[in-house]
């Protein structure tokens, strides 16, 4: 599964706190995911942050 934040991403810091694998902070001061593939190892994690975005920013292909 692949991951992307969208435009609605206000930079809380939640979701590379809860996933630093597959989520980071850009110099913007808003999210970003991996362009890859998420590992097995990292997809549940991935999901919780999809699920704690305040915003709803998080988005999984």
Wanted: aromatic letters at 4%.
């Amino acid at each position: 599964m692949k991951y992307k934040v969208n435009e609605n991403c206000i930079g809380c810091g939640l979701c590379p706190s809860v996933c630093p694998n597959v989520f980071h902070m850009t110099d913007e001061g808003t999210a970003e995911a991996i362009e890859e593939e998420v590992a097995a190892e990292d997809e549940a994690a991935a999901e919780e942050a999809k699920d704690g975005c305040p915003v709803s920013a998080i988005e999984s292909e």
